[in-house]
Nanobody, 114 residues
Framework: QVQLVESGGGLVQPGGSLRLSCAASGTSISISAMGWYRQAPGKQREWVTTILSTRRETYAGSVKGRFTISIDNAKNTAYLQMSSLKPDDTAVYYC????????WGQGTQVTVSS
């Protein structure tokens, strides 16, 4: 019943910023955690960030200090603010939510290139 709709990806130049959104839709939900993974071509899937229902945040070392995750409980939406983007950030970003089990967004392409 619950689905994650992910948006906000696109093409940006190095040093630029993007904000990803991950909206959970459904009649009623109780989310224990949300976050993002990413996968670049030829690379393994990489965990990026998680935010718990307590609003405790954790980040991969590769993005810490540049990315910020937040949640809007009223909208059942998580946001990933990405700043100082680098070409190595280029990947498909997949958001997730832990409800009864882990569910995933459809992915959104982030390309950092000049």
């Amino acid at each position: 019943q619950v689905q994650l709709v992910e948006s906000g990806g696109g093409l940006v130049q190095p040093g630029g910023s993007l904000r990803l959104s991950c909206a959970a839709s459904g009649t009623s939900i109780s989310i224990s955690a949300m976050g993002w993974y990413r996968q670049a071509p030829g690379k393994q899937r990489e965990w990026v960030t998680t935010i718990l229902s307590t609003r405790r945040e954790t980040y991969a070392g590769s993005v810490k200090g540049r990315f910020t995750i937040s949640i809007d409980n009223a909208k059942n939406t998580a946001y990933l603010q990405m700043s100082s983007l680098k070409p190595d950030d280029t990947a498909v970003y997949y958001c997730f939510a832990d409800i009864r089990s882990r569910i995933w967004g459809q992915g959104t392409q982030v390309t950092v290139s000049s």
